[in-house]
């Protein structure tokens, strides 16, 4: 977690971020979140590079009420580990209460696409599931026309086969195009419905 620099500088800033670290777990586990807040930005300002210090600073911070506090260092979590399946339904419950909720979606849906639990049992309160191809939102919509073989590609709704059950979101279904696309599967090639609860 945290790597050893040259020199005893390096050694003792180590040992510091390390110990600052458990003292911020343990804060956190007893749902002491401010305070836990606090010692994770020590932590941070010690060990910038560290993805589980700036999840544990910004989860502290969103349970803190700080959404708009958590959401930069959630931020720095996903861009060391992508697959951080709990940075990203908690920077997803943190954009949600920042009202920028097309953004909190997709990471809610990237965090069920992970495997996390919450974020998965969350998905049909936002009207949403997520793309089985890539992990992005696949939101419960509609078509004016159902019976339409062909439809104009609408990226955010999402799309399930009638044969295989595989959901897909519109970005996958119309290949990255947005136009036009056909109601087939790019699985199977069975017909496409409009994704709903």
Not at 77 to 106: K, V
Request: proline share 4%; hydrophobic share 40%; charged share 20%.
């Amino acid at each position: 977690m945290f790597g050893r620099r040259g020199g005893r500088a390096g050694g003792d800033r180590d040992a510091a971020a390390k110990k600052a670290f458990e003292r911020g777990q343990r804060d956190f586990t007893a749902g002491r979140y401010a305070a836990a807040a606090a010692v994770f930005r020590e932590v941070v300002a010690l060990a910038p590079d560290s993805p589980n210090s700036q999840f544990l600073l910004g989860a502290s911070l969103f349970n803190s009420g700080d959404s708009q506090g958590a959401v930069g260092p959630l931020r720095a979590c996903l861009a060391m580990r992508p697959g951080h399946a709990e940075a990203h339904f908690a920077l997803g419950m943190s954009l949600g209460r920042l009202d920028e909720f097309d953004d909190a979606a997709e990471h809610i849906a990237k965090a069920a696409s992970l495997g996390d639990r919450q974020a998965l049992d969350m998905l049909p309160d936002i009207g949403a599931d997520y793309c089985r191809t890539c992990g992005r939102a696949a939101r419960f919509g509609q078509v004016d026309n159902p019976d339409a073989t062909i439809i104009i590609g609408i990226q955010g709704i999402g799309w399930t086969c009638a044969d295989c059950h595989t959901i897909l979101c519109g970005t996958c279904v119309s290949g990255g195009q947005g136009g036009l696309f056909s109601r087939a599967c790019p699985n199977c090639g069975g017909r496409l419905e409009v994704l709903t609860k």
